[in-house]
């Protein structure tokens, strides 16, 4: 899997990029960091996985990558703020929240392994395991891609304040 910093810098950028070039002050910075902790979400199954090793052996396979990374939860999260009409904070919240879990499914499926986006009704399996492809060792290559966005990032938000400051 990407690194957790990966699935949380991913959704967090694309949304402050979002709110700094589209919506602007519309959407409160809250909002961002919603979508960035969202990305981490689907992994929750690890921390699942590690309560039921307390009571008996299974194997991660058994229960990563299953229920937490098909294409219903963030749909639901999607549906769930579409319902929200008046309520503007609840609509940001569940399409942060979808849209932040949504990445997470497309990181996975892109770069490492693949995923069951219909599990349990089908077991069809999609993924590029891009990692696999660049010869290098799929921590390390997470590593490089956390530098790159978070360093690509920062120069980002420097620049950005930098221009600020002369208007
Ligand atoms: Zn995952």
Redesign the pocket.
């Known amino acids: ?1 990407p690194n957790p910093a990966t699935h949380i810098l991913v959704p967090l950028i694309l949304a402050d990029l979002y709110r700094d070039y589209i919506a602007k002050k519309k959407f409160p910075l809250f909002y961002v960091l919603v979508a960035g902790i969202a990305g981490l979400l ?2 929750i199954d690890i921390a699942i996985w590690r309560i039921i090793g307390f009571f008996r052996e299974v194997s991660v396979s058994s229960v990563h ?1 299953q229920f937490t ?1 098909t294409i219903f939860i963030p749909l639901l999260f999607l549906m769930a703020a579409l319902l929200m009409r008046k309520n503007r904070k609840a609509k940001l919240l569940f399409g942060m929240a979808s849209f932040g879990i949504f990445t ?1 499914l497309v990181l ?1 499926a892109i770069f490492s392994g693949s995923i069951m986006p219909f599990y349990p009704f089908s077991e069809l399996s999609f993924g590029l395991n891009l990692a696999l492809f660049t010869g290098m060792q799929p921590q390390m290559l997470f590593a490089v891609f956390d530098g790159i966005l978070l360093g690509g990032w920062l120069i980002h938000e420097y620049v950005k304040h930098m221009i600020k400051d002369f208007i």
């Open positions: 899997m689907p992994d990558r990374h997470h996975d």
